[in-house]
């Protein structure tokens, strides 16, 4: 899957979308587009000179922040999986074992997996863009079962939002 694939099986296709470049010793620069088009054809050109390029996994109801109080819709809940020197795990490969045993383990489906620099990221991704409002409780228990998972020491994985 390519990128612009990926970004419009993850993001809302209403509101405006919003690229991160962090490069080390530089201050973040963000900004706002207003399709996903658009923000993948940023965020590859800018990958390809070799900056580091992140985006928010929301659409926003204007451009003035990336706040929550400004979040419009979400289309996935996903699960951040730190690998690398003191992270949760050693490499990505036990990052995507410890996954495996949590997706058994709890049941969930299978989500689409992508390598995040030293890490994975995992998305389940909907048909639909929701309200944060109809989200954030499915979070919140996606969470809290990741959360239980990790006490019983099957997993360490972050879900984040």
Known sequence: MDTHGFLRRVLPSEGAVVSIVINPGDRPR????????????????????GHNVYYAVASFK?????KQVNVH???????DIDCGEGKP?????????ALAKFLTDSKLPKPIVVLS????????TLTDAIPKSDWQPIADALKATAERFKDRKST??????
């Open 30 to 49: 963000q900004r706002f587009y207003n399709s996903i088009d658009e923000l993948a054809d940023a965020s590859v050109k800018l990958s390809q000179h």
């Open 62 to 66: 204007d451009m003035s922040s990336r």
């Open 73 to 79: 819709n979400l289309k996935a809940f996903f699960i």
């Open 89 to 97: 795990f050693a490499s990505p490969v036990d990052g995507a074992k």
């Open 117 to 124: 620099g030293n890490g994975l990221h995992a998305y389940w």
């Open 156 to 161: 360490r994985l972050n879900s984040s939002h």
